[in-house]
């Protein structure tokens, strides 16, 4: 009888979810080294290929893709009744702010880990505007806020540091032409900073949308009614970077900065900050 080894499913579902053997062995507290063996060790018992390394990505073949689900399911599994058969497990919640232009793709990957870390505190996501988050955070709404902003105000720590890009839809039209048609929501944090590029490069422009949506932002842009600036790396596929080749001015560098991260806060609140500053800083 052979029996699965959950430490290198465990791995396997890192890689696959991580992509790539260095961010998975950070998130697994492993070398690198360790974690190519444990997949070697997964591909030799099962006599099968479940990586394609024929490219400098990690991808996984089809049979890798078929076992992901239920080493998924294993790994879950296991760690759902060892925290349920032990008096030590976390209970209670903390309540996250994001700001909505950041969310994806990086915290739905966060919070997939804290649960599986602390499968019985319950995050809260709140969702806005930095304005807006550290005006909830200043109330105690918040336990945790990530912001996007040019600075750092006291008490925050900066994570990384994104470029600011312009984006359009694909293939679109709408930079182009002057004025420049801008779609931003009213609130947005970028915003101010785009309108002052503009005006000292002598730029015409006027606002195409009026709103607090972001969604009807990206329809907007999408339809190539406008163009809209986001940070580099959280460009929906629905979307592209504009290649103006200058003759749009370059956009400063945005902060993302957490606030909240105080020591004595307590193990689950710091486990919640270190996974936050792992994650973007692609650790």
Known sequence: MRNLDLTTLRSFVAVAEYGGVTRAAGVLNLTQSAVSMQLKRLEDMLDLELLDRSSRRVALTGTGEQLLSYARRMVELNDEVLTRMTDQAFEGEITLGVPHDIVYPNIPQLL???????????????????????????????????????????????????????????????????????????????????????????????????????????????????????????IPAHLELISHGGTLPDLESQNVNLYGAKEGQGEVIATMAEFLTQTFQGK
């Open 112 to 234: 997939h880990r804290f649960h599986a870390a602390y499968p019985r505190i319950k995050v809260h996501l709140s969702s806005s505007f930095t304005k807006a988050l550290k005006e909830e955070f200043a109330r105690g709404q918040c336990d945790l806020i990530l912001t996007t902003e040019l600075g750092c105000d006291t008490g925050g720590r900066t994570l990384v540091q994104k470029p600011l890009r312009w984006v359009g839809a694909p293939s679109g039209n709408a930079w182009r032409q002057r004025p420049l048609r801008l779609a931003f929501c009213r609130h947005c944090t970028f915003r101010a900073g785009v309108i002052d590029r503009l005006n000292k490069a002598g730029i015409p422009w006027e606002s195409a949308v009026e709103t607090d949506s972001d969604r009807s932002v990206e329809a907007t842009v999408s339809a190539d009614l406008a163009v809209h600036a986001m940070l580099e790396g959280t």
